[in-house]
């Protein structure tokens, strides 16, 4: 670390000289605006970026290397979630009209990437989303209210024996993922731009927290998937109504461990993130009540059974892996 003395001009100035090398690495030359943003900490950071827009990042990726359309689309989520604003896809022949589908489906997908100029052999995108449309916490009251409603009625349709809302519930899944790549993206750009995290109204602790619990919420959302395919597998056999309503309980238990997690942030509550910690006790129990009937009978019927309890625990778990956040985060 260098260090540099503190000067005085004209009586109120205070002047500290900056590091040539520094200087020189940026190209910064005399009347150049630099930024001087001061941070919680009480730290100052002084950057030569002053365009609260910020940089744009391009990604190139050649088709010729890649090959095969899977791992395109994989490239391309993690080019999304690394904070690239514009990316080209490049090949040396005309792209095919597969490889063509799977770049539109990757901009319906994820939110902010649209098409926009594209010949026989180059597709550029471009995110034409302002991160500050997005807060963050918009987007996860967003999720939790996905998650939630993808466990109830997952469970609703077991009570109704609804195959075709047990079918809708997997599609919802992608809701959660563009929103969690989103998270991702947001939290990157926020690490990398001081400049444009301030703008968003986020520190970079916070962006770090939100992506947390976006992941979790992700995992929630999943196991509402896994809910809904077993629910299908049950609604086949014939299931007494008290093992329905023993599985309700079950559920109504873990989404008020869900809900509570949203009201403890929300509200910025520790004793509420505490005691919903304690409350996957009574999960527990009620999940191993239901585990226990279903050690007899049918065994494709136990299987599943014990897949849809294990999902209803797993989402309390996470839920209570949030609060576990919240209380991080409310300590600091």
Same mark, same amino acid.
């Given at each position: 670390?260098?260090?540099?003395?503190?000067?005085?001009?004209?009586? $109120?100035?205070?002047?500290?000289?900056?590091?040539?090398?520094? !200087?020189?690495?940026?190209?910064?030359?005399? @009347?150049?605006?630099?930024?001087?943003? /001061?941070?919680?900490?009480?730290?100052?950071?002084?950057?030569?970026?002053?365009? +609260?827009?910020?940089?744009?990042?391009?990604?190139?990726?050649?088709?010729? *290397?890649?090959?095969? @359309?899977?791992?395109?689309?994989?490239?391309?989520?993690?080019?999304? =979630?690394?904070?690239?604003?514009?990316?080209?896809?490049?090949?040396?022949?005309?792209?095919? #009209?597969?490889?063509?589908?799977?770049?539109?489906?990757?901009?319906?997908?994820?939110?902010?990437?649209?098409?926009?100029?594209?010949?026989?052999?180059?597709?550029?995108?471009?995110?034409?989303?302002?991160?500050?449309?997005? +807060?963050?916490?918009?987007?996860?009251?967003?999720?939790?209210?996905?998650?939630?409603?993808?466990?109830?009625? %997952?469970?609703?349709?077991?009570? /109704?024996?609804?195959?075709?809302?047990?079918?809708?519930?997997?599609?919802?899944?992608?809701?959660?993922?563009?929103?969690?790549?989103?998270? %991702?993206?947001?939290?990157?750009?926020?690490?990398?731009?001081?400049?444009?995290?301030?703008?968003?109204?986020?520190?970079?602790?916070?962006?770090?927290?939100?992506?947390?619990?976006?992941?979790?919420?992700?995992? !929630?959302?999943?196991?509402?998937? @896994?809910?809904?395919?077993?629910?299908?597998?049950? !609604?086949?056999? *014939?299931?007494?109504? @008290?093992?329905?309503?023993?599985? #309700?309980?079950?559920?109504?238990? $873990?989404?008020?461990?869900?809900?509570?997690?949203?009201?403890?942030?929300?509200?910025?509550? =520790?004793?509420? &993130?505490?005691?919903?910690? *304690?409350?996957?006790?009574?999960?527990?129990?009620?999940?191993?009540?239901?585990?226990?009937?279903? $050690?007899?009978?049918?065994?494709?019927?136990?299987?599943?059974?014990?897949?849809?309890?294990?999902?209803?625990?797993?989402?309390?778990?996470?839920? &209570?892996?949030? /609060?576990?956040?919240?209380?991080?985060?409310?300590?600091?």
């Amino acid at each position: 670390m260098e260090t540099r003395k503190v000067q005085q001009t004209g009586g $109120s100035s205070y002047i500290v000289s900056l590091p040539k090398e520094w !200087i020189k690495k940026r190209s910064i030359k005399k @009347n150049d605006l630099l930024g001087i943003i /001061t941070q919680p900490d009480g730290n100052l950071l002084i950057t030569p970026q002053v365009d +609260p827009r910020g940089v744009e990042r391009k990604k190139d990726i050649d088709f010729d *290397e890649v090959k095969d @359309n899977d791992f395109l689309f994989r490239l391309l989520i993690g080019a999304y =979630i690394m904070g690239y604003t514009k990316l080209v896809i490049k090949s040396s022949r005309k792209i095919e #009209s597969k490889t063509r589908e799977k770049i539109i489906y990757f901009t319906q997908i994820v939110i902010g990437p649209e098409i926009i100029e594209e010949t026989s052999n180059q597709i550029t995108l471009k995110d034409l989303l302002n991160p500050n449309e997005m +807060p963050f916490h918009k987007t996860i009251k967003r999720m939790y209210i996905i998650a939630e409603n993808m466990h109830l009625d %997952a469970i609703k349709a077991l009570r /109704t024996s609804n195959q075709e809302l047990a079918d809708d519930i997997a599609k919802r899944d992608d809701d959660i993922d563009r929103l969690q790549w989103l998270i %991702a993206r947001q939290t990157n750009i926020a690490l990398r731009d001081i400049i444009l995290a301030q703008k968003m109204g986020v520190s970079l602790e916070e962006a770090h927290f939100y992506h947390l619990i976006g992941r979790l919420l992700e995992r !929630i959302a999943d196991h509402g998937v @896994n809910l809904a395919k077993n629910v299908k597998n049950l !609604i086949k056999y *014939e299931i007494d109504s @008290n093992t329905i309503d023993d599985i #309700s309980r079950a559920s109504k238990i $873990s989404m008020k461990l869900l809900n509570n997690s949203l009201d403890a942030l929300l509200q910025k509550n =520790i004793n509420m &993130s505490n005691q919903n910690i *304690e409350s996957v006790k009574e999960l527990n129990a009620a999940c191993e009540e239901i585990n226990q009937l279903t $050690s007899n009978g049918n065994l494709h019927l136990t299987i599943a059974l014990s897949y849809i309890i294990e999902s209803i625990r797993r989402a309390g778990e996470y839920s &209570s892996d949030i /609060t576990e956040l919240i209380i991080d985060y409310l300590m600091n």
